[in-house]
């Protein structure tokens, strides 16, 4: 064999190597993605499987972000944050968990249920007691629709990743 030969040879092998490392790396990075958003998809469903297990009238106040009206008294209740294990949240995340709820609530104001929110997220506004008229009241403790996004976010292999189920709930 030639030095040519053998440099040819070489490189041809060198080039199969690389491509089959490279290769290797997406496929276990789409395996670590397909693991973290299966754990939050099923932190989802089982944080909606929690909300609907509740009585309807006491839905919103067991998972809203104040404390303080919880049904079973103050800071009985699960509330509006949840973690989930294997995912980190985001750095930037306030109350260091990755997952949330979502309710047509205003600012500052997280025990207030409002119709007249525009919320696209949320189909929002939408007229959640069903007297025919979307106001600006608080409706807490009227509701018959309940509009719900569930959310969780998280510091992923490839960046900020989120998952999202967003859900109508209804007493008739």
Do not use: C
Not at 68 to 82: I, Q, V, W
């Amino acid at each position: 064999m030639t030095v040519v030969e053998l440099v040819v040879a070489m490189t041809v092998l060198l080039v199969g190597v690389l491509g089959f490392s490279k290769f290797m790396v997406s496929t276990t990075r789409s395996t670590q993605k397909s693991i973290e958003l299966a754990r939050a998809s099923q932190a989802v469903r089982e944080r909606v499987e929690q909300i609907e297990a509740y009585a309807f009238a006491d839905s919103f106040r067991a998972f809203n972000a104040d404390p303080a009206d919880d049904p079973g008294g103050p800071g009985s209740a699960p509330g509006a944050t949840f973690s989930v294990s294997g995912l980190d949240p985001l750095p930037d995340d306030a109350d260091g968990v990755a997952g949330e709820i979502v309710f047509p609530t205003a600012a500052g104001a997280p025990s207030v249920l409002r119709e007249d929110l525009a919320i696209d997220a949320l189909g929002m506004p939408n007229d959640l007691d069903r007297d025919g008229v979307v106001d600006a009241a608080d409706h807490a403790t009227d509701y018959a629709r309940l509009p719900v996004l569930v959310r969780v976010r998280w510091r992923s292999a490839s960046g900020p990743a989120v998952f999202e189920l967003k859900t109508l709930l209804a007493n008739y």
